[in-house]
């Protein structure tokens, strides 16, 4: 080597150090990639792509060959950096040290980190040039990296770990509500929502969306048929109950449109309500809504009455309810919570805890009482008086309205007020 002219001397060198660069570079942006993103580009048939997937699937391999590759080519750097400090002065001793402490920076700066910060930023640009040149290499130095490999899984065992148990890289539903929300920029927010809702359905149950028992409107036989045809007439809904007295004395459930075309016949009377009846459904209150939502489509009915586990009526459930759970705001207009031009938040408070958190984007527990109403009088326990100011959880709010039984309205404090308040 001391016959090689400097000039082909330092060439070398540099080869060596864009050979490291390289090498420290690819192993960072294949260690990047998004699996996500590459298996749909796998599936897009991206040629690359289907190479880093391969690759990819045994990281020892791949490790063993990028390590083997990069350890001999900064050793090799070493040696001839060594070279030309001696061709260029005599004192070898201080020359050695000289030369290696340059050598590192150089090869820090140029070799390991910017190739390293590039690749990290933009896996992508040099990941799959790499995966192309790593495919070949791989089979033309595979027994080098087989022999590396017998020892690492041999240690590897000893310590525990089974490197043919690789991560497929699967996301639980936290991760995935998390990668949800902020996908802002690609995703309108009302569909954001609506994806959240359906991964809420596990944990959700009927009685979390119910229609508490007393605010269900249904048609009581023991009234006067004129009243029951006014109500009939002026009613907002396409199916109401139909009892005696309560509504634990359920007879059955009428359409209303089977119902309209008669009640203007002079012999209309409650028989003839009772015989357009249909048999009623009652619902376990802890029934999830995934599994009702099943229940209603094998069934064909549209409605049901949730009972607790003596069979007394705790509220009712409609598959519009279900179907709101999951795309809340998309079909329907949304009164419970409005934003004023203070940047408060009117709330009906008897809106239901888990509709509060989809629209607010908050986490109030669910666990217990499942509307707002319920949540403030469990935390104050009693019915607070209007004007009365809390901090309900972390959010600061105002009772707006209240009557003897229950809050009816309250006011959330914009931002701006919340942090003066802390």
Known sequence: MNDIPLSILFGILVLMLIFSAFFAGSETALMSLNRYRLRHLVKLKHPSAIKAQKLLKRPDHLLGLMLLGNIFINNFAASLATVIAIKLYTDEESVIAISTGLLTIVMLVFSEVTPKTLAAIKPELLAFPA????????????????????????????????????????????????????AESIMPERYQKMLLGILELESATVEDIMTPRNEIVGI???????????????SPHTQMAVYKKSIDRVVGFLHLRKVLILVNQDNFDKQSIINLLSKPSFIPENTPVHAQMLKFKTEKIRIGLVVDEYGDV???VTL???LQEIVGELITDDVTARKQSDGSYLVDASITV????????????????????????????TIPDQGICIKLHGHPLEIIK??????????FLPERKRHQNK
């Open 131 to 182: 995966a192309q040149i790593y495919t070949p290499l791989l089979k033309i130095f595979y027994p080098v990296v087989w022999f590396v490999n017998l020892f690492v899984n041999l240690l590897l065992r000893m310590a525990g770990v089974d490197i043919n148990k690789n991560s497929h890289y699967s996301l639980d539903k936290e991760e995935l509500k998390s990668i949800i929300t902020e």
């Open 220 to 234: 009581d036989l023991e009234a006067s048929i004129e009243d029951i045809i006014t109500q009939i007439k002026t």
């Open 314 to 316: 705790q509220g009712l």
């Open 320 to 322: 519009d309810d279900l």
């Open 354 to 381: 888990r509709e509060l958190n989809r629209l607010m984007q908050w986490s109030l527990p669910t666990e217990g009482p499942k509307t707002l109403n319920g949540l403030i009088v469990e935390f104050m326990e």
């Open 402 to 411: 209240r009557d003897e039984h229950a809050v009816k309205m309250i006011k």
